[in-house]
């Protein structure tokens, strides 16, 4: 079974500034990773995913993200964030083998003009 | 590519009735749908896995006489909630699994906000 903890469940931050959303997991099996931002009554849309390869991983809208083994963790990351990103982000693992999801309870991110 | 649509995108029903959503993958074909349940600022709790042409498996707590799942087809399955009470107001979110390319990535709908009154 896998489990994923987002430690922060709101995050404020300035315009242009950078932002940092922490996830970490843990899973007795390899993994698949991925970050998904949620707009107010709206479904999921795929931010990233890790698969395998190259830790660092590069998705949409600027966002990025590090599998780090060894810290069971895979950080989203922004270096300029914008008021369009206001959001709900949610970090998932999905068990190698496994075709289900496991989701964090989520960080909201807002945006400060 | 890969988008799932979600009908109804929001329904309000009385007490006692049956709604019934919809979610199709458009453009692949699903081997396995997934539902969520949402609650308000709460993370997505997996209900029921749905594989084409079986039947669906449930998850621990969920009532499987309650929330009816069809999978009739590779892209479309359908979840009925029967006898809907107040406490079955919540956002409802489907996924689907494309069945080639390996199926690490799953496509999520619109959702489908329920309220009963």
């Known amino acids: 079974a896998q489990s994923v903890t987002q430690l922060d469940s709101q995050v404020p931050v300035f315009e242009e500034a950078p932002v940092e959303l922490r996830c970490n997991y843990s899973s007795s099996v390899s993994v698949y990773l991925f970050w998904y931002v949620q707009y107010p009554n709206q479904g999921l849309q795929l931010l990233l995913k890790?698969?395998?390869?190259?830790?660092l991983v590069k998705g949409i809208n600027g966002f990025e993200a590090e599998f780090n083994k060894s810290q069971t963790s895979f950080h989203l990351r922004k270096p300029s964030v914008h008021i369009s990103d206001t959001a709900e982000y949610f970090c998932?693992?999905?068990?190698?083998?496994?075709?289900?999801?496991?989701f964090g309870k989520g960080t909201k991110l807002s945006v400060i003009p | 590519g890969a988008v799932v649509s979600q009908h109804p995108s929001w329904v309000i029903c009385k007490s006692g009735t049956s709604v019934k959503i919809e979610c199709r993958s458009l453009?692949?074909?699903?081997?396995?749908m997934f539902w969520y349940r949402q609650f308000p600022k709460k993370s997505l709790m997996l209900m029921a896995t749905?594989?084409?042409?079986?039947?669906?498996?449930?998850e621990q707590g969920v009532e499987k006489d309650k929330f009816l799942i069809n999978h009739a087809s590779l892209t479309l399955s359908t979840l009925t909630v029967t006898s809907a009470h107040p406490e079955d107001s919540s956002f409802y979110i489907c996924?689907?699994?494309?069945?080639?390319?390996?199926?690490?990535?799953?496509?999520f709908g619109p959702g489908t906000r329920l309220t009963v009154l």
């Open positions: 890790y698969l395998s390869g190259s830790t």
């Open positions: 996924s689907a699994r494309e069945s080639s390319g390996g199926g690490n990535e799953q496509f």
């Open positions: 998932a693992v999905k068990g190698a083998g496994s075709y289900q999801l496991t």
């Open positions: 453009d692949f074909q699903a081997t396995t």
């Open positions: 749905s594989n084409e042409g079986s039947k669906a498996t449930y």
